[in-house]
């Protein structure tokens, strides 16, 4: 229904055409169709400029997942490493550069991410995405002082982030204070209802503080969430031997 909506948008040439498509692009994208999501950002691709908001939208959907054999055979999108020089030629824009970075972190390049990630920051300060995924790196590395600044400035700019609190909570944990991780994962996994791993963290979290009723909660919004993934059933599964059963 959403996508059929911002379809009928799209038609009459709206003023932001361009969030227009990034919102109909994600919905094609949770929709399980990422190839019609790239197919659509990349038709609207001009080779006379340089729009950096699609070049971004369509390296995300590509950093999502293993999309690109099935893309290049339509040529109707483009190939990730031409993704990529587009972005490297945007290196004053913090949204390219960030991107560019998630790229190098999703192959493993996690020092050249981090570089990238730090110039991102660089260039705009308060830009959330890349101190989350600074903070990421870092965390990582268990520089958790450090990290826990990043993701406490991420989400003071990005209070609706599920992301950003649900790595706000892992750096907590980290960091002994259980209390305040399971109230950031809660958040989590009230932004993100359908992110089993923001409702697992949160009944884990529970669990270690002993809050059995508020666990067992946590995990029944997960399994009605997704009655099909296995994930909170392990989750369960722990706390049981907790309970003894």
Do not use: W
């Amino acid at each position: 229904e959403a996508a059929a909506i911002y379809t009928s948008v799209l038609t009459s040439n709206p003023k932001f055409k361009g969030l227009v498509l990034y919102r109909l692009s994600q919905t094609l994208v949770r929709d399980s169709k990422p190839l019609e999501a790239l197919t659509l950002l990349s038709s609207e691709l001009n080779d006379d400029s340089l729009n950096i908001d699609l070049v971004t939208y369509i390296a995300m959907i590509y950093a999502q997942g293993e999309i690109e054999d099935q893309c290049l055979p339509t040529q109707k999108c483009l190939a990730e490493p031409t993704i990529e020089n587009l972005l490297t030629r945007a290196d004053q824009s913090a949204v390219a550069v960030n991107t560019l970075g998630v790229l190098r972190y999703q192959r493993g390049n996690h020092l050249e991410a981090e570089q990238l990630f730090r110039k991102s920051r660089v260039i705009d300060p308060k830009y959330a995405s890349a101190l989350n995924n600074l903070g990421v790196i870092l965390l990582q590395r268990h520089e958790i002082g450090e990290a826990l600044l990043l993701f406490n400035s991420a989400s003071a700019l990005e209070q609706n982030s599920g992301v950003v609190q649900l790595n706000l909570g892992n750096a907590l944990e980290e960091a002994g204070r259980t209390g305040e991780a399971a109230q950031h994962f809660q958040s989590a996994a009230l932004l993100e209802r359908e992110n089993l791993v923001c409702h697992a963290c949160l009944a884990i979290s529970l669990i270690s503080s002993g809050k059995i009723k508020e666990a067992q909660l946590a995990i029944n919004d997960g399994i009605n969430a997704d009655p099909q993934n296995t994930s909170m059933v392990l989750v369960s599964a722990i706390l049981q031997s907790k309970l003894g059963c």
